[in-house]
């Protein structure tokens, strides 16, 4: 197995996690309202939907066998209704006490929720691994697959850690307390935002 092939896939995986979404954006608020406790719980449950779609993204690529993209269509409409509806409880938020529309009392479940039914998930994981294994074909057989696996969790670990250090600081947790309520409301309409491009996008999948 080629070490560039097994630092391409743990690349890939850290960026897969950086990206903005919602996820993100929960994460933000709950870091700065909460602290990193909460934090580290919600991106724990997070790794489950990171490990699921991004192993999929790498199957496809190893494979290179086409997904019926019906599959994901129907995984975009759940999403987006899902992300939708928190939108909604956020835009109208009349309290700081909103901020539990996102995450609630349970980090680690809405974690893994919040994995499963990401909106950038496949499509996202797709891209960012088949950018990163370009012209490394080589080393992208079925055997290497576990190790290609391992690599995207290390990523996965990384990325969370930047992420959970971020919220955790100061300034960003003066910044969001200061705000609290008009960014608890401006990551609703994100929110609703998101879920109108990823419900387009779920039709298309489903009519083509």
């Not at 759940?78 to 529309?101: D, F, H, I, P, Q």
């Not at 290390?154 to 910044?175: E, I």
Request: hydrophobic share 55%; with cysteine.
């Amino acid at each position: 197995m080629p070490l560039s092939t097994l630092a391409a896939s743990l690349v890939a995986a850290m960026l897969y996690v950086l990206s903005p979404g919602p996820a993100v954006l929960a994460l933000i608020g709950l870091g700065a309202s909460r602290g990193r406790q909460p934090a580290i719980h919600f991106v724990t449950g997070h790794l489950a939907g990171d490990f699921l779609w991004c192993g999929l993204a790498i199957f496809a690529l190893v494979s290179a066998e086409t997904i019926d993209p019906r599959v994901f269509g129907l995984i975009a409409l759940v999403c987006a209704a899902y992300l939708g509806y928190l939108g909604l409880r956020s835009l109208m938020a009349t309290s700081t006490k909103a901020a539990e529309n996102l995450i609630g009392d349970r980090p680690l479940q809405r974690g893994v929720v919040f994995g499963l039914t990401n909106p950038k998930s496949y499509p996202v994981a797709q891209a960012m691994f088949a950018a990163l294994f370009a012209g490394l074909t080589g080393g992208l057989t079925f055997s290497a697959m576990p190790w290609l696996l391992t690599a995207a969790f290390l990523g996965f670990v990384a990325g969370d850690v930047v992420l959970v250090w971020l919220v955790g600081t100061s300034l960003l947790r003066r910044l969001y307390l200061a705000r609290a309520i008009w960014i608890i409301r401006g990551t609703g309409l994100l929110f609703i935002l998101f879920a109108a491009r990823t419900f387009w996008e779920g039709i298309g999948k489903l009519a083509g």
